[in-house]
Nanobody, 117 residues
Framework: VHLVESGGGLVQAGGSLRLSCTVS????????TGWYRQAPGKQREMVARLTVGETTRYSDSVRGRFSISRDNEKNTLYLQMNTLKPEDTGVYYC????????????WGQGTQVTVSS
């Protein structure tokens, strides 16, 4: 499976961005899809996950501000990010765990999100 992210950019604190991830193939064939991010000098961390059954999971740092969703017809995964903070800055990656066994085998190339204070 091939994943391509878009929608990153520079935004002021308090602003919003929406990331998109286009999946080659049928997104409903992937048990779990999600978004990870990596800030400069830090390890990659999970931001949000969405199962094929539409169960969501968020990291504590973004819960209530970010929302993960998908469009099944467009085979696209989204991450709506509101009330952005400078600490949200990083490279955001779309990823897939096709069999739902916590093996994230597919990754996009990443899109940069920069939040200025």
């Amino acid at each position: 499976v091939h994943l391509v992210e878009s929608g990153g950019g520079l935004v002021q604190a308090g602003g919003s961005l929406r990331l998109s991830c286009t999946v080659s193939g049928r997104i409903l064939d992937l048990s779990v899809t999600g978004w990870y991010r990596q800030a400069p000098g830090k390890q990659r961390e999970m931001v949000a996950r969405l199962t094929v059954g539409e169960t969501t999971r968020y990291s504590d740092s973004v819960r209530g501000r970010f929302s993960i969703s998908r469009d099944n017809e467009k085979n696209t995964l989204y991450l709506q990010m509101n009330t952005l903070k400078p600490e949200d800055t990083g490279v955001y990656y779309c990823a897939a765990d096709p069999n739902g066994v916590n093996r994230w085998d597919a990754w996009g190339q990443g899109t940069q999100v920069t939040v200025s204070s």
